[in-house]
């Protein structure tokens, strides 16, 4: 297993994430292949950390000034044994095809979890639509689909949001697909309401990330009710984190974006988490300009050089990390423990070190990977495509009640998985191993392509 690492790492030594995500899940499942010597005959760890498809292209357009513009787009078609590819787009100056492989990679596993048939896919580019005007993120989006549109659909690979793509942007990729195809199909989830959108959609993943925190707490006979709790991001994700710990009695003290974070010690109630929605999604401004109508908040302008964020840095019960990967390092999570946080529900993808992890489990904290706790958003994508390819739209409460069921049967799942191979409580372990023996299963039943 150690040479598999260090093959992956030799072949493609700038994809550090990447690396990351794979060493963390060989790891987990050392007992798997110690358990059933075929997988070593079948090569199903080298089959898994190769791409079955990657495609990467130009994406020309014009800006508001007439001065042409070239980004990097790319689609990372995973694995599609146990249904089509399936994943975010991600619109943000970072990626790059190591970011939109690690995050293909997980997106494997935590479909699998879902108990849904969908396969592993992500997708994306290195372009900023923070600054850009409406009309440059349509003509950007329509030169991405373009090219995109050849290599997708809804029995292939059906693309849904992340960072930087929320409805905004899913509807002029959708309209760009539908002309070039000449078909309304869902093709892509996040939809709006009144053109194949599913209700709770857009809430699934922050939900989701509260659901699977409350079974964590259940565990030991506690409840989310006068809990304090740290959120960072102040996107989608971040936003309905918070309106759920809200609904079940926790208060949200934190949100953040990258350039810094706000301290509410009263709580983010529901007025000031209206004006949060507002100030993000219609306004897009800054988090900053929430000390504008609630004066007695603390912002902290956040250097992204510094080795610790201090969002991390309060006293608290829980922390819900919804921004990005890797923000929680050693340091973060050391403060962390320190200042009471024994939960952390991950709603961002990968946000914990390998270091902090470590320091989360050897401290038996609750600890619930974001390929677990965050698997609800591409849970109630699945079900848009069910409702799609129905041509029905289910009531909110019937989506809901999916979402809280699906992330309770996840929950189970890596106890479940993690306790027959003694890990008791390790959801880590948990949640690597039963995505992973079902997607090799699959594999192994369709032969060697
Ligand atoms: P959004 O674009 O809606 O929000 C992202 C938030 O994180 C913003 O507040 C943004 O700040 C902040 N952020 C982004 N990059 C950085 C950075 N490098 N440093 C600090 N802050 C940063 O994205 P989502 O809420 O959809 O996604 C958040 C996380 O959740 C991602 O890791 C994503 O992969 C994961 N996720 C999302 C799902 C979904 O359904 N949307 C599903 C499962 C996981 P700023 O505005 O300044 O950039």
């Not at 975010?88 to 699998?112: D, M, T, W, Y």
């Not at 939960?343 to 990977?369: C, H, Q, R, W």
């Not at 041509?391 to 992330?407: C, F, G, N, Q, T």
Request: aromatic share 8%; with cysteine; net charge negative.
């Amino acid at each position: 297993m150690e040479q598999i690492v260090e093959m992956i790492q030799a072949r493609d030594p700038e994809q550090y994430e990447f690396h990351q995500a794979v060493e963390e899940v060989i790891e987990s499942v050392k007992p798997v292949l110690d358990r059933n010597p075929e997988y070593r005959q079948q090569a199903v760890l080298e089959r898994i950390t190769e791409p079955e498809r990657v495609v990467m292209f130009r994406v020309p357009w014009m800006a508001d000034n007439g001065q042409v513009q070239v980004n990097r787009g790319f689609r990372v078609e995973m694995n599609s044994a146990i249904g089509p590819y399936k994943g975010g787009l991600r619109f943000h100056p970072s990626v790059n095809l190591g970011i939109i492989k690690f995050l293909a990679f997980e997106q494997v596993f935590k479909n699998s979890l879902t108990t849904l048939a969908m396969g592993g896919g992500k997708g994306g580019s290195d372009f900023d639509p923070k600054g850009k005007s409406d009309m440059e993120v349509m003509r950007f989006c329509q030169s991405f689909m373009s090219e995109l549109y050849r290599h997708i659909g809804p029995n292939t690979d059906v693309p849904a949001g992340d960072i930087g793509v929320g409805a905004r942007e899913i509807g002029y990729l959708f309209g760009m697909y539908k002309k070039l195809k000449n078909e309304f199909t869902g093709v892509l989830t996040g939809k709006s309401l009144n053109w194949g959108g599913s209700l709770i959609r857009p809430e699934a993943t922050g939900y989701g990330v509260v659901y699977f925190a409350a079974e964590m707490l259940a565990t030991r006979g506690e409840s989310l009710e006068g809990k304090t709790c740290l959120v960072s991001g102040s996107g989608n994700v971040a936003q309905f984190t918070t309106e759920k710990i809200i609904d079940l009695g926790g208060r949200v003290v934190t949100l953040s974006d990258s350039s810094g974070y706000i301290y509410d010690e009263q709580g983010i109630d529901r007025e000031k988490l209206d004006f949060v929605m507002d100030l993000k999604n219609i306004r897009r401004g800054r988090i900053s300009d929430y000390l504008n109508a609630y004066p007695h908040a603390v912002y902290t302008a956040v250097d992204p050089a510094l080795d610790h964020n201090p969002l991390w840095d309060h006293r608290a019960d829980c922390a819900f990390p919804a921004a990005t990967q890797n923000e929680i390092n050693d340091k973060d999570a050391a403060k962390l423990l320190a200042n009471g946080v024994y939960l952390v529900s991950e709603g961002a993808n990968m946000p914990s070190t390998p270091e902090a992890v470590d320091l989360f489990i050897d401290n038996k904290i609750l600890y619930g990977p974001g390929k677990a706790a965050n698997a609800g958003g591409v849970a109630v994508s699945g079900l848009e495509m069910a409702q799609n390819s129905m041509r029905l739209a289910w009531p909110r409460e019937e989506v809901d009640s999916r979402l809280k069921h699906i992330m309770e049967s996840i929950h189970r799942t890596c106890i479940d998985a993690a306790g027959s191979y003694g890990a008791d409580g390790n959801y880590v372990i948990g949640a690597n191993i039963a995505g992973f023996i079902k997607v090799v299963n699959a594999m192994l039943d369709q032969g060697l392509v």
